[in-house]
């Protein structure tokens, strides 16, 4: 069975850092483009950052940007997002996404873009 796992997410007060792992099992990441997304509690889905398959390329959204990393490790078949410098506005359940693509460039925070979808890790950032 093709499945995304998110982990890494908690509890961290502002200022903190978290990094998130998108782990997947029953197919490779090689060919995968990745994207991370959040969804905070009555808003819409949005893109926080991508990668492409080989890691060469990534983009992030202006509100993370210089705060968050994207990484990947093809040997282990996971994808980071190390997330600093963390404010209450980064509260959100965070997902990754993969699509067979190399790298979707400016579409790679269309959520319809995406195959798979993990479940989610929740991440609350608080004091």
């Known amino acids: 069975q093709l499945q995304l796992v998110e982990s890494g997410g908690g509890l961290v007060q502002p200022g903190g850092s978290l990094r998130l792992s998108c782990a997947a099992s029953?197919?490779?990441?090689?060919?995968?483009?990745i994207g991370w997304f959040r969804q905070a509690p009555g808003k819409e889905r949005e893109g926080v950052s991508c990668?492409?398959?080989?890691?060469?390329?990534?983009n992030y959204a202006d509100s993370v940007k210089s705060r968050f990393t994207i990484s990947r490790d093809n040997a282990k078949n996971t994808v980071y997002l190390q997330m600093n410098s963390l404010k209450p506005e980064d509260t959100a359940v965070y997902f990754c996404?993969?699509?067979?693509?190399?790298?979707?460039?400016?579409?790679?925070?269309?959520?319809?873009?995406?195959?798979?979808w993990g479940q989610g890790t929740r991440v609350t950032v608080s004091s």
């Open positions: 996404a993969a699509v067979f693509r190399s790298w979707l460039g400016r579409n790679c925070y269309n959520p319809g873009e995406y195959h798979y």
């Open positions: 029953g197919f490779t990441l090689d060919y995968y483009a």
């Open positions: 990668i492409s398959s080989s890691g060469g390329s990534a």
